[in-house]
RNA sequence: GGAGAGGUGGCCGAGCAGGUCGAAGGCGGCACCCUGCUAAGGUGUUGUCCGGGGAAACCUGGACCGGGAGUUCAAAUCUCCCCCUCUCCGCCA
């Protein structure tokens, strides 16, 4: 969320923002409920100042009438600030609610626009592969490889989850290797955080867990969600923590399984692995001071490229636009990698994304830092994909096939895979 | 699932026969000082959030001792509900 005392102080630019966004919210709304909230607190302090003041006084020994009247005068106080208090805890409420909803700022560089047609590319890497064959989708390649068995999954599970199987699987790990160890020597701290996490940490990363919206999974029962990707989990992490400015920035390097219920996601872009119900992601997150939010954000950028050159698989940059950022992100660039078997000729697809949030989660979540003269700030969290498994394996599978339908193996992941080419 | 213990400031930890408690003490942090005996010693300082005032140092009101409700003129302290953590037993990977 954002600080409450730029309401009024940002106003134009939060209205802007807004616009830019391309969101729909009364922003008057908020600042009346703002108001009123302030006039009540400042109505129940007074009020409380005074049953303080009383009971101070009843500490002493006072004369019998004096310590009637008061008593009297006190219980008075405690019906009146009954009232309000109601009346307050409604508005507050109602104030929140409306105020969570107001998106991050929005970094300067940004291209404005409503939809993905506004996305600016800034970089291209690799030639894209000329078959002198019809290359086949992940689909028809995993069927025929006996790779991916989508048919059973949708019988024992649902549609849009997946069996991996033989070398699938291996190229599963070797992916996840591959990156945890690039990133451990890059400083990261490695973990496996939990599948799980309290709805109050999935809130407070900025995802909704509820809802007819809500592409998140929650768990009958229990206070628990399905994560939708280690970026919550992580972020939760430091949840309530204090840092020192010295420490930062802290990086790590989450593994997790990745759940989303893609609520109505259909259509010809999302078959496949391209957009399924749960798969596997090393995630990248940092916690940084505020000043080096943007460099760090950049180093993610260019730590993505680094993985998916050393994987030669041919990608775009692209900085999304104003109208698709989520909420938290104040900047996200997107990794789209060639994909050979997407559309009818062969398009890009997004198989990275990493957001600079500033401190829109931290204030949520309270992660703060100790700068070196005391003052605490709210520290920036910064989210990247590292590898996200069944994407990057689309990519794998379609830019590397060969015409009999066989699959190379890239060669960083040909240890783990155990062989150069997969065949059946 | 059964039994018990506990949740206090950045951390640890007192207080819990209601008012003198925003809260002892220790650690850590910060500032200064001292110092060749093995990165030690000394002194001071140090909670967060929300209002009001001030250019600012700061002054001032309020809230906060897991969360919520209650009793009371007054609750960290009493009552109830909920959440969480730990230990033991059971079950199981």
């Not at 909704?208 to 029962?221: D, H, K, L, Q, V």
């Not at 923590?241 to 593994?255: A, M, N, Q, R, S």
Request: aromatic fraction near 10%.
């Amino acid at each position: 969320m954002l600080d409450p005392k730029l309401l009024k102080e940002k106003y134009n630019e939060i209205k802007q923002n807004l616009r830019n966004r391309n969101l729909n919210l009364d922003l008057d709304a908020v600042i009346s409920f703002y108001n009123k909230r302030l006039e009540l607190i400042k109505r129940i302090e007074e009020l409380r100042c005074e049953r303080n003041t009383i009971a101070d006084k009843l500490k002493q020994k006072v004369a019998i009438d004096e310590k009637n009247t008061l008593v009297e005068r006190g219980k008075n106080i405690k019906n009146e600030l009954s009232i309000i208090e109601k009346e307050y805890e409604d508005i507050d409420k109602k104030f929140w609610e409306l105020f969570k909803k107001i998106p991050n700022f929005t970094h300067p560089h940004i291209p404005v626009g409503k939809d993905e047609h506004s996305n600016r590319e800034i970089k291209r890497w690799g030639d894209i592969p000329v078959f002198n064959f019809k290359p086949l989708d992940h689909i028809s390649l995993g069927q025929k490889l006996d790779l991916i068995d989508f048919d059973t999954a949708s019988r024992v599970s649902q549609q849009k989850f997946y069996y991996l199987k033989k070398e699938a699987v291996l190229l599963e790990f070797a992916l996840c290797v591959f990156a945890l160890k690039k990133l451990q020597k890059k400083g990261f701290t490695l973990i496996i955080t939990p599948d799980v996490a309290r709805s109050e940490i999935v809130e407070g990363a900025g995802f909704n867990p509820r809802g007819p919206e809500t592409n998140i999974y929650s768990i009958a029962n229990f206070d628990l969600c399905l994560v939708g990707t280690a970026e919550i989990t992580l972020a939760g992490m430091l949840s309530d923590c204090i840092l020192y400015e010295k420490e930062l920035p802290l990086l790590y390097c989450g593994f997790s399984h990745c759940f989303r219920t893609e609520a109505g996601a259909y259509g010809q872009y999302s078959k496949g692995l391209f957009r399924v119900h749960q798969f596997s992601k090393v995630e990248m997150f940092a916690f940084t001071k505020q000043e080096d939010s943007d460099t760090i954000h950049e180093k993610f950028l260019q730590i993505e490229e680094e993985i998916y050159q050393d994987l030669k698989i041919p990608y775009r940059i692209v900085e999304v636009c104003s109208g698709e950022l989520g909420a938290p992100a104040y900047r996200k660039f997107d990794i789209e990698s060639w994909m050979p078997g997407r559309g009818e000729k062969g398009d890009f697809g997004e198989i990275t994304s990493t957001s600079n949030c500033t401190d829109y989660q931290s204030r949520r979540l309270n992660i703060k830092y100790k700068t070196l003269n005391g003052d605490k700030k709210f520290v920036h969290m910064i989210n990247g994909t590292a590898v996200a498994i069944s994407r990057t394996l689309i990519a794998i599978m379609e830019n590397y096939q060969t015409e009999e339908g066989f699959i190379i193996v890239p060669e960083v992941l040909r240890d783990i895979v155990g062989k150069n080419i997969i065949k059946s």
